[in-house]
């Protein structure tokens, strides 16, 4: 949050943004300075609609996208599944599921890699029922 405060007064001096909106940024950026930082460009963009601009780059809550619920949901269905199976399920290149994916998944401990394949963890079944309807 404190990046993102930062970052506003440095470039856009003018432009005042609530505390709501900055812990919703800090929130929903994957623990990316980036992402942050780039979520607080749009959102300035759109008026201080970050709302918007959250379902424009397809996240759904705590910075998780809609890729990730679908990976969270195929595996809730398959016990371990390898790479190529999840990558394909997305429709996405191996790489991106890699790098794009993957990654805040398993930080954020609701998948785990095992010799066989990934699963999901408790942890992830319970973040898939509140999002799941």
């Known amino acids: 949050e404190q990046l993102v405060r930062l970052y506003r007064q440095k470039h856009y001096v003018r432009k005042h943004i ?3 909106v900055y812990r919703a940024i800090a929130c929903n950026s994957r623990l990316v300075p980036r992402m942050a930082i780039r979520l607080l460009d749009n959102t300035i963009c759109f008026n201080g609609n970050y709302k918007k601009v959250f379902s424009n780059y397809n996240i759904v809550k705590d ?8 990976t969270l949901a195929y595996l809730s269905k ?10 394909s399920y997305l429709n996405i290149p191996r790489q991106s599921f ?5 990654p805040y998944l398993l930080q954020t401990g609701l998948i785990v890699r095992k010799g066989t394949g990934r699963s999901i963890t408790s942890d992830g079944l319970s973040f898939l029922s509140t999002v799941q309807p």
Request: proline letters at 0%; one cysteine or more.
């Open 18 to 20: 609530s505390d709501e």
């Open 63 to 70: 910075g998780y996208t809609e890729k990730d619920i679908k």
């Open 78 to 87: 398959n016990k371990t599944c390898g790479i190529d199976s999840i990558s």
């Open 98 to 102: 890699l790098y794009e994916v993957e």
